[in-house]
């Protein structure tokens, strides 16, 4: 059973830039994507980011705008999140999550395994 855990969340203020990561235990990593979800309290959880299982496709939200870099280092079963120019309205709880696919993806239910989330504020 894959675990992930999520990391490198905060309080920041706006313009700020944090790396997320999410380090993933059990087998298959390298032959997943990995994405990247944010809940706020009151709304539903919305996609953010995809990398392929490789790493050489990537897929964002529009409201990234080319914000959020995608990463991930297979040898080391994590996958990362940089997150630069920070604004309050991406204050959320980040998720990050395991695919049953290898390309990237954007829907919630090609997703079988989730992290316990991270924190990000942002500060105005």
């Known amino acids: 059973q894959v ?3 999520e990391s490198g969340g905060g309080l920041v203020q706006t313009g700020g830039s944090l790396r997320l990561s999410c380090a993933a235990s ?13 809940q ?4 539903e959880r919305e996609f953010v980011a995809c990398i392929d299982y490789n790493g050489a ?17 297979n040898a080391e079963n994590t996958g990362y999140l940089q997150m630069n120019s920070l604004i ?14 290898i390309w990237v993806t954007r829907r ?3 997703f079988n395994s989730w992290g316990q989330g991270t924190q990000v504020t942002v500060s105005s």
């Open 57 to 73: 496709g990537r897929i964002y939200a529009d409201f990234v705008n080319g914000r959020f870099i995608a990463s991930r280092d």
């Open 40 to 43: 706020v309290p009151g709304k």
């Open 108 to 110: 919630e239910t090609d």
């Open 26 to 38: 059990g087998r298959n990593f390298s032959a997943s994507a990995v994405g990247w979800f944010r």
């Open 88 to 101: 309050p309205e991406d204050t959320a709880i980040y998720y990050c999550a395991q695919a049953t696919v």
């Open 3 to 5: 675990q992930l855990v």
